[in-house]
């Protein structure tokens, strides 16, 4: 036998091994439970804590109230931790995004809420639930991109949380073990999201995804809808670009006020999963993780206190009815300084909707 021949079996046979050791692709594995969310692992200790709330109400500065929230009755820190799903994104992706600004010339209300400014937006003011999942990071996206078809094309459209979830893979991060708000715009752009009839992130005969159990994993990517008679790709709804927003209050509130509804990172200590009402900062407790909530509005209190006004997705138990205020102007655990968004694309809405439709770009 000559060597070449030889060269080339022994190039097959290594081939055919790495094969067999690689991972399988995203969405063809089966998910594993995280071990840190079992009964085994982890840190059992109640995230609600009596001395917290103490404190707080105590405290002469503190701005805010604290309560036991009913949401958070039965979570341990370990849970608690877990559904902190924003993972810190890399300089070198960042570095390739400028940060959008406006003219200094642009006048501001002194107060607004996109609830009221698009009142026919109902998505605006939908407080949804993630359950045990560390998916903050894709719900905070689709919820803005959807209350922007509503602002832009006139459109009250439920986008899927869970094709971003499951679909995006590794580009997003890690799923239900958290990932990148930026990356899940860029998934808009290039992969679009389906409606969340298509693929919902709660199953309507049972509990069968992340928000149901504390250690159920990652969904699977199926790409399928499952409505009968609905086809996956005609029901991706797009984004046209991905990009941040600079850090100053007034480019963010120009951005809010002019397109509507942002994604926002920010450090979440013990503290704010006591908040009730007020205007949050952070008073005491340890660092948990980050978390990415949506941004609609700002103002200003009696007391002179600026605030922004934010929709957390830990359903409407907890907080003011799923709502919260934080400090305005001053960086507050980090609120101004990861702001992203993106506008939604006209692609697949003539199709699906018929006519034409409002002023973002195609």
């Known amino acids: 036998m000559g060597s070449n021949c030889v060269?080339?079996?022994?190039?097959?046979?290594?081939?055919i091994i790495s094969c067999a050791a690689a991972p399988q692709a995203a969405g063809a594995a089966k998910p594993i439970p995280n071990p840190d969310l079992t009964v085994e692992g982890g840190d059992h200790s109640r995230i609600i804590q009596n001395d917290i709330i103490?404190?707080?109400?105590?405290?002469?500065?503190?701005?805010?109230?604290?309560a036991q929230n009913p949401y958070f009755a039965n979570y341990t820190i370990t849970q608690f931790n877990h559904i902190l799903g924003v993972k810190s994104t890399p300089w070198s992706v960042l570095s390739d995004i400028p940060a959008k600004t406006y003219s200094r010339s642009l006048e501001l209300p002194k107060e607004f809420d996109a609830r009221s400014a698009w009142p026919h937006c109902s998505t605006i003011g939908t407080i949804l639930d993630q359950g045990h999942c560390g998916s903050c990071w894709a719900f905070a996206a689709v919820e803005s991109l959807q209350d922007r078809f509503c602002i832009h094309f006139d459109r009250n459209?439920?986008?899927?949380?869970?094709?971003?979830?499951?679909?995006?893979g590794f580009m997003c991060g890690d799923g239900c073990d958290g990932g990148y708000p930026i990356m899940a715009w860029r998934y808009f752009v290039r992969n679009g999201?389906?409606?969340?009839?298509?693929?919902?992130?709660?199953?309507?005969?049972?509990?069968?995804?992340?928000?149901c159990e504390p250690a159920y994993p990652t969904p699977v990517c199926e790409k399928k809808c499952k409505v009968k008679n609905q086809a996956w790709r005609e029901k991706k709804h797009f984004s046209v670009n991905a990009y941040r927003v600079s850090s100053d209050p007034h480019d963010i509130m120009a951005e809010i006020y002019k397109n509507g509804p942002v994604e926002v990172a920010?450090?979440?200590?013990?503290?704010?999963?006591?908040?009730?009402?007020g205007v949050y900062k952070h008073i005491t407790g340890g660092m948990m993780g980050g978390h990415a909530v949506k941004l609609i509005g700002w103002g200003t209190t009696d007391a002179g206190e600026d605030y922004w006004l934010l929709a957390n997705q830990w359903n409407t138990g907890w907080g003011d009815d799923g709502y919260f205020k934080?400090?305005?102007?001053k960086n507050e655990c980090g609120i101004e300084e990861d702001v992203v968004a993106g506008m939604p694309s006209a692609k697949n809405m003539v199709r699906s909707y018929g006519g034409a439709f409002g002023t973002a770009a195609a």
Do not use: M
């Open 266 to 277: 920010f450090t979440v200590y013990e503290d704010f999963a006591h908040y009730k009402s």
């Open 193 to 211: 999201v389906v409606t969340n009839e298509c693929d919902p992130y709660f199953d309507q005969t049972g509990c069968q995804h992340p928000g």
């Open 7 to 15: 060269q080339r079996r022994l190039l097959l046979l290594a081939l």
């Open 326 to 329: 934080i400090s305005r102007g």
């Open 54 to 66: 103490r404190t707080i109400n105590k405290h002469p500065n503190a701005g805010w109230t604290a």
């Open 157 to 168: 459209i439920s986008l899927s949380v869970n094709d971003l979830l499951s679909c995006c």
